[in-house]
Structures are given as C-alpha cells and as structure tokens.
C-alpha cells in the first residue's frame, strides 16, 4: 500500500527522527477508504495491548499495531485502566475526596459541559442543584475519560500481515 505513495525528500539531516514524526500520524493523513482494513474495538477491563493483539490477531508481539493506530506512547496512562485501580488512580491524581469534589458539571438538557465561573459560582452555592444540571466528580471524569480510552481502532486481521509487512 504505502509503496505507491511518491517519495518525499526533506532537507534534513536528522535521519530516524524526522522519519518518525514524519510517519508519526500517517493513517490519519491518508486521503483513502481505510473502512475495509479497520475496525472499531472496545477494550474490555483487564485486557492489555499485549492480551488484545493476541486475542485478535494470535500474535501478542503486534500489539504495538494496537498502540501505533491509537497513538498511544505509554500504555501505562494512555491504555485503560483496571476498574479496580481507578478509583486508587483518582485518589492519587486528585486527592481523597475525589468521588465527592465536584469538577465541573453536565447540562443534561444537551449533554454540554460548564467548567469555570460558572461551575466555580454553582459549587460556592452549593446544593442542591438545578434539576437539569448534573455535578462531575474528578472521579466520575476520570471514569468518563478512562470508557473514551476504551474505544480503539484495529487492523482486520486479515490484512494485519500486510500492514506489518509495510
């Protein structure tokens, strides 16, 4: 696939590395119908890129297809985390109280969010709260953040060997 595209001369000499930021989001550049050689998956709680890639493709060594699609650099805070570590990974990242300190909130007339002044000015009023305003937790964002990580895209494993082999 990639062998017709036309090469690209850059008047640089810094080898390897412009090659990989040149490189870095090129799925995304690609001006193609890739419909046939992806497919939306959901990370289920527990499994690792290594676990994925096994389960899909019977290779645990091409889970960094996994990680190069997503743009994922660290599975360590990119890759979902375990619902039982979560709530110890909200702990550390925003204190104790996470669960019940209120980040922003959710309008859920039409699912907009309202962060700043406007948050800053309901919580300083404190509760209770309009009806069709729902209060966010740092816990419950995390959370929220942690099901979008979740949602990733994957080679058909019936072209993963040509995408490997590129």
Known sequence: MFAKL??????????????GLALANLPGRLDIDKSYLIE????LDGETPESLAHKLYRRADLHWTLMYLNNIRDPH????????????????????????????????????????????????????????????SYYEME???????RKIIAITSKHIHDFVEL
């Open 77 to 136: 805070t990119e890759w979902p985390i375990r619902d039982g570590f979560l709530r110890q990974f909200a702990g550390l990242k925003y204190g104790l109280n996470s669960m019940e300190t209120i980040h922003h909130f959710r309008d859920l007339r039409d699912n907009s969010e309202i962060h700043d002044y406007e948050a800053k000015a309901l919580i300083e009023a404190g509760p209770p709260y309009p009806e069709h305003l729902h209060p966010v």
């Open 40 to 43: 939306r998956k959901i990370v």
């Open 143 to 149: 959370v929220d953040a942690n099901n979008e990580r």
């Open 6 to 19: 036309p090469t690209l001369n850059y008047p640089y000499t810094g080898g390897v590395e412009l090659a």
